[in-house]
């Protein structure tokens, strides 16, 4: 099996190197190209305002100067244009992908354009504690758990079109109770906090921070985790709402203007 890994916190994030040893313990052909810094909160971004650069950094492992979607496009579309992947990998990004967030999300967005270009993909992400920042997250959760979950993802049927959110409990991994399917949940209160400043030279800048609340809805990924399991949610890129179809298909049936 031939995997493609990549990732939105960087070439040299802890949590790549932790998704290439579950990957190589699944095959022994890996391919690794993602962005070459961190891309947190890029989403499904595309560059197209200004050229992009490619990387070696060894044997199939390379980096690309854009978006976690832009590496994906330049591995499938450039760099496995003859060998393609069978399997994309995103992540283990350093911080949860639940609920809404997923939509600014570069981890899920990766594997979303894996999925676009119909291949299997599977999205991986390391929840932490509020009090733990930068290199002292622990991945300990994905470590230990991640090879199993990732094969027993293998060991179903793939869905087209759409790709598998996977979210690690902040807990070690003896304390995690196990793996439990779930839907996206919403946070009831999603508070973007904008943090004012001034910068040596004097000029004011500002800075985005999210902040949520604890309540968690019943049976979703954001429910899953605090109660000690690994989400797995199925997740897909149509994004119509169904149940306006029919009302709106209605109010416009003589081509309302």
Known sequence: MRILLTNDDGIHAPGLKVLERIARAISDDIWIVAPMEEQSGAGHSLTLSRPLRLRQHGEKH????????DAVMM???HLMKDTPPDLILSGVNRGANLGEDVTYS???SAAMEGAIAGVRAIALSQVYARDRQG?????????????RVVRALLALPDRPKTLINVNFPALPASDIKGMKVARQG??????TRIVRNTDPRGYEYF???LDHS????????????ADGYIAITPLHYDLTHDDSLA???FAFRNGAE
Do not use: K
């Open 62 to 69: 390379y980096s690309v100067s854009g978006t976690p979607t």
């Open 75 to 77: 591995a499938i579309g």
């Open 106 to 108: 570069g981890t899920v």
């Open 135 to 147: 290199d002292d997250v622990p991945f300990e959760a994905a470590e230990i758990w991640g090879e």
């Open 186 to 191: 919403f946070h009831d209160v999603n508070r």
């Open 207 to 209: 800075w985005f921070a």
């Open 214 to 225: 604890d309540s968690v809805p019943e049976g979703s990924d954001l429910a899953a985790t």
């Open 247 to 249: 009302s709106l298909q």
